[in-house]
C-alpha cells in the first residue's frame, strides 16, 4: 500500500509526482506511455503495471491528464476500484466537467476533490505554486497535509465546480494581460525597441494599473459604475481607436485588440459613455455572445 497514486506522467504529473516524494512519501504511478516512469521508478516511485493497480494501491488517487475525457476513459473501466477512496482531479477543465465527474465518482462510492493548478512544472512544491481545491470538504481535510507537498493549498468549497470556475476566471485574467503585452512588444518591436528595453516600463505600468483593481470590485459588487478617476468609458474608446491605428500603421495585426473596441463601442451606445470601464462587466453578462 502506498500513500498516495499519481495517474498521468506529462510535464505536471511528474512535477506533482517529484513534489510528493521529495516530501518522503510513498507514491505509486501510472502513465499510458509506460517509458515517462522510468525516471520516477529512479527516484523511489513504485509503477503500476495498470490503472486498477494503480487506484488499489492508495487511499488517495491525484489524476493530471490532459482533458476530462481522457481522465474517464482511464477511469470508466475500474470505477469499482474508486469505492471508499478519494479522487482527486487535478486536470484542466469546466465547472460542468467538474460537478459531472464528481457525481460519477459519487455515484461509485468515492471522495471527488476537483483542483486547479495556478502554476507551471517547476513552481511545484514551492509556497507560490498555488492549487486550488473544492468539492468533497472531508476528501479534502483527510488528505490535505500530502496535498500540502503541492504548494499552498485554497479549498473553495463543496461545489466541485469552484476550483476550475476560479482557475477559469484566472486564466482569463492572464490571457487578456498576456494579449496586451504580445501587442505591446509587436508595435514597440517594429519600431526597433528590443523587447528587453521595452518590458520594464511595461511591467511598472502594468503594476500601477493593477493598483485600481479593488475599487473596480467595490464598483462591481455595489453595480455603481459611476466614474470618479476622469477616465470614462466615453473617453477610453475615443482613445483606443489610436491603439488600433498606430497598429495598422505599423503593419501590426488588431486581431487582439479588435474585441475590447467592439464591446467599447456597445457600452458607448448603450448610453454608459459617462460610466467607468467597469461598466463592461455588466455588458459581457447580458449576452453570451
Ligand atoms: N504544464 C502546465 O504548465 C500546466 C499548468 C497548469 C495545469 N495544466 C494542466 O495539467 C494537465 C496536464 O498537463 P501536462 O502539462 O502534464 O500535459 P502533458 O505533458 O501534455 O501530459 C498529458 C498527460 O495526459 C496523458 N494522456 C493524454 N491523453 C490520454 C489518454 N487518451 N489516455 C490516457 N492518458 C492520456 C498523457 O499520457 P502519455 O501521452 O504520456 O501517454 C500525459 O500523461 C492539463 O489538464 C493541463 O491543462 C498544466
Same mark, same amino acid.
Given at each position: 500500500?502506498?500513500?498516495?497514486t499519481v495517474i498521468g506522467l506529462g510535464a505536471m504529473g511528474t512535477?506533482?509526482?517529484?513534489?510528493?516524494?521529495? @516530501?518522503?512519501?510513498?507514491?505509486?504511478?501510472?502513465?499510458?506511455?509506460?517509458? @515517462?516512469?522510468?525516471?520516477?521508478a529512479a527516484k523511489g516511485a513504485i509503477v503500476a503495471a495498470s490503472v486498477e493497480d494503480a487506484v488499489r494501491a492508495s487511499p488517495v488517487i491525484v489524476v493530471c491528464l490532459l482533458v476530462y475525457d481522457t481522465v474517464h476513459e482511464a477511469l470508466a473501466p475500474v470505477w469499482e476500484a474508486l469505492s471508499g477512496r478519494t479522487l482527486v482531479n487535478l486536470t484542466n477543465g469546466t465547472p460542468e466537467q467538474a460537478r459531472a465527474m464528481s457525481q460519477w465518482a459519487v455515484t461509485h462510492g468515492a471522495n471527488y476533490v476537483d483542483g486547479g493548478i495556478m502554476a507551471v512544472p517547476p513552481m511545484i512544491g514551492g509556497q507560490h505554486a498555488l492549487i486550488l481545491y473544492s468539492g468533497s470538504r472531508q476528501g479534502f481535510d483527510m488528505h490535505s497535509e500530502q496535498l500540502g507537498a503541492l504548494g499552498t493549498s485554497k479549498y473553495l468549497g463543496e461545489d466541485a465546480g469552484m476550483a476550475p470556475l476560479h482557475d477559469i476566471a484566472l486564466l482569463a485574467g492572464m490571457y487578456g494581460l498576456f494579449g496586451g503585452v504580445m501587442q505591446a512588444l509587436a508595435l514597440t518591436g517594429s519600431a526597433g525597441i528590443p523587447a528587453g528595453e521595452f518590458v520594464p516600463l511595461l511591467m511598472s505600468w502594468l503594476q500601477a494599473m493593477q493598483g485600481g483593481l479593488p475599487k473596480w470590485a467595490e464598483q462591481i459588487d455595489a453595480g455603481d459604475h459611476t466614474s470618479d478617476v476622469a477616465s470614462n468609458l466615453g473617453m477610453q474608446a475615443e482613445a483606443y481607436v489610436n491603439l488600433i491605428d498606430a497598429s495598422k500603421a505599423a503593419g501590426i495585426s488588431t486581431e487582439l485588440m479588435l474585441p475590447m473596441q467592439g464591446l467599447m463601442k456597445r457600452g458607448v451606445a448603450a448610453g454608459k459613455a459617462n460610466a467607468d470601464l467597469t461598466s463592461l462587466v455588466e455588458l459581457l453578462r447580458s449576452q453570451n455572445r
Open positions: 500500500m502506498s500513500d498516495i512535477a506533482l509526482t517529484e513534489a510528493f516524494l521529495d @516530501k518522503g512519501h510513498v507514491v505509486t504511478v501510472w502513465n499510458r506511455s509506460p517509458a @515517462k516512469a522510468q525516471a520516477l
